[in-house]
Every structure is written in C-alpha cells, then in structure tokens.
C-alpha cells in the first residue's frame, strides 16, 4: 500500500531564512506527489504535486518540492520564509485503492511550521 | 464562485444521535470526497462518490452514510453517533484528470 511519512511534527524557523519541511514516501510504481497546507479552522489548500518531468516542481506562494526517486523524499522548501507562512503542511500520495479511476489521497500526519520574527 | 461549502460549521452531539453533515459545491466536479481529520493525524478517506448516483467505500466507513443524488450535493449521515465519531469533516471535490482536490472548510463535530 502506498504511504508518506513526515518526521517532524514541527519545524521552527526565523523569518528570512530557508525552510525545509520534509516527506518521505513509499509506493508501488511511479509516485504521484502533493503537498497542502492548512491555515487554522480552514480546509486544506493544494500547493504543488509532482506526476513526471523536473524534479524540482514549483507552487503557489513561492513554495517548491523536490522529488528524489533513490532517497525516496519529496522535501518541500522555501528560500525565505515569512510568518504568514506558518501553518500546517502535508504531504500526500495518489493511492489507487480507492476512489475508482481517479485514485484517492493518502496523507501524511501533518508538520507544523512556526515561523517567528 | 463559492467553490466547496460545508455545513454546520461547527456541532455538538450526544451519544446516539444522528445528523447530517451537508457538502455543497458549484464546480461541476464529479468526484467527491468525505474525509476525518483527527488529531495529530492524517486525514482519512470515509466515503467517495465518482459521480450522481454513485457512492462507495473509503478506508474507514463504518457509522457513516452518504448519498449523491446530484453533482452538486454530497451529505455524510452520521446514525447513532459515538465519541470515536468526534473529529473535524472535511468534504473535498475534484476534477477528472486533474488530480489535485479542492476542499471545504470543515465541520468540527463533539460527540458526548
């Protein structure tokens, strides 16, 4: 069965500098990879997803990912953070089980980032 | 253009009661979706549907039912609620062949 990890529960970062929020998954074939982000009492917003091509994918709020097929991660990153960024981020794979031809998400346990001034 | 609406925002249930939680969404979507978030985890896939008039299992259905009489409308019944029901429900939809979801803003729902 398809599943994504996320080691951190949370990650601490000053405003200005880079962030990394880190996903490792593990799949049968070829991953298909999302990250989302939760702001308080709100639904889960899509920020970018890896199918195929480049491994470096771009997403909204100047958010990236980077896909590493041998090391099995999808690390999401930011070359400077802002505190607004500060939220709940998770990574989720396309699992097949379920949701007929479409597929359905299965998510990781969510990593709380803290960005402070 | 409202995207994913969800109600009641907020509910408090004893144990026993049933309820209805009401997903409405405007995009034209055929596929929707019922998750549970429960804390420090993951969400969880309790029911799909891949288009009107067709519903089916997710991962952790049990106390839970759905129907899917239009495009637009996906109601989860909770019958007979149990504290293990406590959770935050989000309703999501998506777009054939587009992959990512659209959620709404949730439903905290206390079972006491």
Redesign the interface.
């Known amino acids: 069965a398809q599943s994504v990890a996320q080691p951190e529960d949370q990650v601490n970062v000053a405003e200005g500098n880079p962030l990394t929020v880190k996903c490792t998954y593990s799949v049968s074939g070829n991953p298909y990879l999302f990250w989302y982000v939760q702001y308080p009492n709100r639904g889960l917003q899509f920020l970018l997803k890896y199918i195929t091509g480049d491994n470096l994918v771009k997403g909204s709020y100047g958010f990236e990912a980077e896909f590493n097929k041998s090391q099995t991660s999808f690390h999401l990153k930011k070359p400077s953070a802002l505190v607004s960024d500060s939220a709940l981020y998770f990574c989720a794979v396309r699992d097949w089980n379920y949701g007929g031809s479409q597929g359905n998400l299965i998510f990781g346990k969510g990593t709380k980032l803290s960005v402070k001034p | 253009n409202a995207g994913?609406t969800q109600t009641p925002k907020f509910r408090i249930l004893k144990i026993g009661q049933s309820m209805t939680l009401q997903c409405t969404q405007d995009m034209n979507h055929n596929?929707m979706?019922w998750y549970r978030q429960d804390p420090?985890?993951?969400?969880k896939?309790i029911y799909?549907s891949?288009g009107a008039g067709i519903t089916?299992?997710?991962?952790v259905p049990n106390g839970y039912n759905v129907s899917r009489s239009t495009t637009e409308d996906f109601p989860l019944r909770l019958e007979l609620a149990a504290p293990s029901q406590t959770s935050v429900y989000?309703c999501?939809t998506?777009r054939?062949?587009v992959?990512?979801?659209?959620?709404?803003?949730?439903t905290r729902l206390t079972v006491t």
């Open positions: 994913v596929y979706y420090g985890m993951g969400l896939l799909y891949v089916d299992k997710g991962e989000f999501a998506q054939q062949d992959l990512e979801q659209y959620f709404g803003p949730g």
